[in-house]
């Protein structure tokens, strides 16, 4: 059993790896998707919305990268090939793939070098994404074991994910003994500039981590898109940001920034205390 201070830096270790994994991922993705305007642009409509499997796509770019590797093969030769790829309505599928290859007019070759390309890197897209769920699952079930994974999921709006982030980004909370320090410790804390004729109401000092602030302010976002969308607790920190923003169109983003401020403070007290959210 690894002692809880070794947890918190397990958890830094594999969210940082977690990151470096996402970026990868989306540069192998936008490589393999234009390489195929050249060879086969078309399969692109085929999942046009692959976030709930998104590695089937690339499976099948894996094995047709070329429109001329479909058209060359038998119906029943693409349902093997696809059976333990496509599982819901594989059928359907396999008759869109060939109406798409068909009105396919590839610029490549199907023995261009690129053909092997599109092969070699979506199979790092694959590799990638499995590497990704395995960091996740890892994250997980180190992230169980610490008492902040339930006080922070208890957040309307705030999931395991960013509860993770939070906690790879921050450590151990209750070593600050006070918001004050945690918000310096982000780069939250506010300065003044009162020199000679120039006074500034105040503007944050953006000396600490901008990955945690940049965490805080996806968080914030999804935050008030989750309580737009009707579902969830009520949220004092989106209460906040709406009420004041109710009447002004421009100059939100101040306001996005007040709100990781209570965000902040309000995760510092609840760890500290070992409270629950309540509204």
């Known amino acids: 059993t690894m002692r809880k201070g070794v947890m918190y830096r397990e958890i830094e270790y594999h969210y940082r790896d977690y990151e470096e994994n996402g970026q990868k991922l989306v540069n192998e993705k936008n490589r393999v998707q234009t390489m195929l305007q050249d060879t086969f642009p078309e399969l692109i409509e085929l999942f046009k919305k692959r976030s709930q499997q998104p590695d089937v796509f690339y499976k099948i770019a894996l094995q047709f990268p070329h429109a001329d590797y479909v058209l060359e093969s038998t119906k029943d030769e693409l349902n093997e090939k696809l059976k333990n790829t496509i599982r819901i309505k594989r059928e359907k599928k396999i008759e869109e793939l060939i109406q798409l290859a068909d009105k396919s007019a590839p610029g490549e070759d199907r023995d261009s070098y690129l053909v092997k390309s ?45 509860a993770i982030g939070l906690v790879a980004h921050l450590g151990d909370i209750r070593r600050f003994s006070t918001p004050s320090k945690l918000k310096a410790f982000v780069g939250l804390d506010v300065r003044h500039n009162d020199s000679g004729k120039h006074k500034t109401t105040g503007y944050i000092s953006k000396k600490g981590n901008s990955m945690t602030r940049k965490l805080l302010y996806n968080i914030v976002i999804a935050m008030i898109g989750v309580s737009r969308r009707k579902f969830g607790e009520p949220n004092r920190v989106v209460n906040y940001y709406e009420r004041k923003t109710k009447t002004i169109k421009k100059g939100k983003k101040k306001y996005i920034v007040g709100a990781m401020d209570r965000l902040l403070r309000m995760i510092h007290h609840m760890v500290i205390n070992s409270e629950m959210y309540a509204y």
């Open 118 to 162: 599109i092969k070699i890197h979506c199979q790092r897209v694959i590799d990638l994404i499995d590497e990704r769920t395995l960091l996740f699952e890892e994250m997980q079930r180190i992230m169980s074991t610490l008492p902040e994974h339930d006080i922070l999921t208890s957040i309307p709006g705030l999931g395991e994910l960013s």
